[in-house]
């Protein structure tokens, strides 16, 4: 396999695989398992994997375990940290116990500064590494000015603790802020051929203005798009996506309806439903961080990553699925 195509990842600097590998599947999370089960050992052979085939840019968050997918993280990039790009994030509090904090059942977003160096030292100690390349703002606290968040941020920069700033679920407004402060090199939004408010929200159009680089978490619409969930009642129980919009059955029958038409072309294409709807991200200029935990899927996303399509293949996709299309809520 050829060498993965490298992107600049915003405009200071910062230069990326076109795909990167999003670790958060490979811890539980608040004590669940996400996309089922998995085990350090595949884990770490994934990532392994991924940086042989030239996959470097690894994804993770204090958040995932909590702490745990840090570590899980940094035990696999142990004595090679310097050939892979970091990205991790810090907002949802974590307690001293590795315990998300909670208020009325739902988590605390603590965005101020002396909880946002104390995180930062605790990734950094997880990580087992003396910086980060990429620290998102993983959500916004609504009690504290992003310009006061950037700008704490921008003094983790000055010290060299974090390369690049990166902010995440963020609309056009807060984007401008925060670059007002300091340059951005990365927005974190969901977006997928089934998901893309962040599209018709203007973000799009806002970060390529900026010239700030777009990531994509869920880029097949956490799993959606491989068109393997054929019912609802294939999700185990306390899977988390048995509860979004578009794994409801009525829903979700409706959405097979349009993947099965994305997969003809797919076929036409010698690919899966999976790697077509990763390379139209990548057309779109956006690089995304599908998440897996096993080998053979990260060759499979990585080959799809490779494959450049024309505009008459983005023509066809986006007329199966139209911007507007409604797949469903991305969460409850």
Not at 137 to 153: C, K, L, N, S
Not at 168 to 186: G, L, M, N, Q
Not at 211 to 224: D, E, F, I, T
């Amino acid at each position: 396999m050829e060498a993965i195509k490298q992107v600049a990842l915003g405009n200071q600097g910062l230069i990326v695989p076109r795909i990167g590998l999003g670790c958060m599947g490979m811890s539980q999370l608040m004590g669940a398992d996400t996309y089922g089960k998995a085990n350090d050992e595949d884990s770490i052979a994934t990532i392994h994997r991924s940086l042989e085939l030239g996959g470097n840019f690894l994804d993770t968050s204090d958040l995932y375990g909590p702490l745990v997918n840090e570590r899980l993280v940094g035990k696999a990039i142990k004595g090679q940290r310097d050939k892979y790009i970091i990205a991790t994030k810090f907002g949802f509090e974590i307690d001293d116990n590795g315990q998300m904090v909670l208020a009325n059942n739902y988590p605390v977003i603590n965005n101020r500064k002396e909880y946002m160096r104390k995180a930062v030292e605790r990734s950094l100690k997880n990580l087992g590494t003396d910086y980060i390349d990429l620290y998102y703002m993983h959500r916004q606290d609504p009690a504290v000015p992003i310009e006061e968040t950037i700008g704490a941020m921008a003094e983790l920069v000055k010290e060299g603790k974090i390369n690049y700033i990166g902010i995440s679920e963020v609309d056009s407004e807060t984007i401008r802020k925060a670059y007002a402060v300091h340059p951005i090199s990365a927005v974190q939004n969901e977006y997928s051929l089934f998901e893309r408010e962040t599209e018709r929200a203007g973000v799009l159009a806002t970060v390529a203005e900026l010239g700030v680089g777009m990531v994509a978490y869920s880029p097949l619409s956490r799993g959606l798009a491989t068109g393997k969930i054929q019912s609802n009642s294939e999700l185990a129980d306390d899977d988390f996506r048995k509860q979004f919009g578009k794994f409801k059955d009525g829903q979700l029958d409706k959405n097979l309806v349009l993947i099965n038409e994305v997969e003809t072309l797919a076929t036409e294409k010698g690919l899966t439903v999976a790697q077509l709807a990763l390379a139209w991200v990548i057309a779109k200029g956006v690089v995304p961080i599908p998440g897996t935990k096993k080998v053979n899927y990260i060759e499979q996303n990585i080959a799809g990553a490779q494959m450049d399509l024309t505009d008459n293949d983005l023509e066809r996709l986006e007329a199966i699925v139209p911007i507007e299309t409604e797949t469903g809520s991305r969460y409850l």
